[in-house]
């Protein structure tokens, strides 16, 4: 028989207590390792619902942008769609090829008669472009062509040079009437001379040719009557109505020294009274001050007896007589008026016997170098360039009375008074 071998039980429980250290090792472990995925796990999925959840925020945010730009862009919608019913339509004006149609400048192209001459150059198919420093000019005069693809508004003073590109210039940049050129001299001075030279070296640069609106003002208080453009004038050199009327005289002056020296091809016009719709409402002249004192009912102010007379041409007359002018080879200053002639008193009782009402003809005392007599002699014009005034007075009288009348009815600014020309 065999003896048993020494120590074996000992080793026998030796192995099962390391058996049992490392199953208990193990339970640990993998009781570690289930822990650990559970917060792992845990921890991923508070994560990835806070990010479903900033996604799911921000797809409602998305939601609510992409709402409120629909109803943005189907706000816009209706407003471009109501500006299209209502888009601004313009006059129907001529066609000119790029070899008839000119670039032509008009300073003063916002102011009364500027207005007016702006409107038929632009029917007439020209590319025009009216500067203006608003001082007596209106934008609303010129409204209606804002945004047509031939006409350009500037706002531009011409004491200060103005370079652009031009065929012709037609220079009425001006107060033209007493209160408006006497309410500041020196401006007055500068725009006519200062503004003469700005456009006759514009004239030199660009080789355009250049008419100037000077006036009957020139020949001061008339002692020859009725007056040719050979008169030279009777003028008072330091009285009040000398800022404008010297200052136009000097302004002739410089047109012919720049067509002598420079050879600039120059026109001169000398305008007599002129009237018509788009006149200022306080325009201090004849026949605006007696329409708005009837229209109102106010008193009708002569100033002096009213034995002094005028000669009134109706503004598309003398619009007319500008452009022709413009167009013709007559380098000699010219008389653009109407030669039939009306004493003061007897032009306020024109206008008070259209309009009626209970205004009184009152007498004030004379203005200072007032002139006594005005009156054209047309000859040159009607020889040299085949213009006469064309608008019997009483219907100018009663376009502009027309006018005069809707300008004082307005009481809100929606309320235009546009006043249109037959021809547009």
């Not at 940049?173 to 006519?192: E, R």
Request: charged share 25%.
């Amino acid at each position: 028989m065999h003896s048993p071998r020494p120590g074996t039980p000992p080793q026998r429980n030796i192995r099962l207590s390391l058996q049992n250290i490392s199953t208990v090792t193990k339970m640990k472990f993998l009781l570690f390792i289930i822990i650990f995925m559970t917060i792992s796990l845990a921890y991923a999925y508070t994560k990835i619902s806070g990010q479903m959840q900033n996604m799911h925020q921000a797809q409602l945010r998305s939601l609510e942008e992409e709402t409120m730009l629909r109803s943005e862009l189907s706000d816009l919608k209706e407003k471009i769609d109501g500006l299209e019913k209502t888009a601004k339509t313009f006059p129907e004006v001529r066609f000119l090829t790029y070899k008839d149609r000119k670039r032509i400048l008009v300073t003063g192209g916002a102011g009364f008669v500027g207005s007016h001459l702006v409107d038929r150059l632009m029917m007439q198919g020209h590319e025009v472009t009216a500067a203006d420093n608003f001082f007596t000019g209106r934008k609303r005069n010129v409204e209606h062509w804002i945004g047509h693809e031939n006409f350009e508004l500037l706002n531009h003073d011409i004491v200060n040079p103005l370079y652009i590109e031009v065929d012709e210039i037609y220079h009425l940049a001006s107060p033209a009437s007493p209160p408006h050129y006497m309410y500041n001299p020196v401006k007055t001075i500068k725009t006519n001379t200062i503004g003469t030279i700005n456009m006759l070296g514009l004239s030199k640069r660009v080789r355009a040719k250049m008419l100037m609106a000077s006036t009957s003002e020139i020949y001061g208080d008339p002692e020859v009557h009725p007056q040719p453009e050979e008169y030279w004038g009777h003028v008072n050199p330091i009285g009040p109505r000398a800022c404008y009327d010297e200052a136009k005289r000097v302004a002739e002056t410089m047109c012919y020294a720049y067509q002598k020296q420079e050879g600039v091809d120059v026109r001169v016009a000398r305008i007599f009274n002129t009237f018509g719709p788009r006149m200022h409402m306080n325009d201090g002249r004849v026949v605006s001050n007696f329409i708005l004192q009837a229209l109102q009912g106010q008193d009708m102010t002569v100033y002096g007896d009213g034995h002094q007379t005028r000669s009134f041409a109706y503004v598309s007359d003398l619009v007319d007589g500008l452009m022709k002018l413009m167009a013709s080879n007559c380098t000699e200053p010219v008389n653009l008026g109407n030669p039939e002639e009306h004493r003061i008193l007897d032009f306020a009782k024109i206008i008070k016997g259209v309009i009626g009402g209970n205004s009184n003809i009152v007498h004030r005392d004379p203005v200072i170098d007032d002139p006594q007599q005005r009156r054209p002699v047309i000859t040159r014009a009607k020889n040299r360039i085949d213009w006469a005034p064309a608008v019997p007075l009483m219907n100018g009288i009663n376009k502009t009375i027309e006018y005069f009348a809707q300008e004082l009815r307005r009481k809100k600014h929606s309320e235009r008074n546009s006043w249109m020309p037959d021809f547009l």
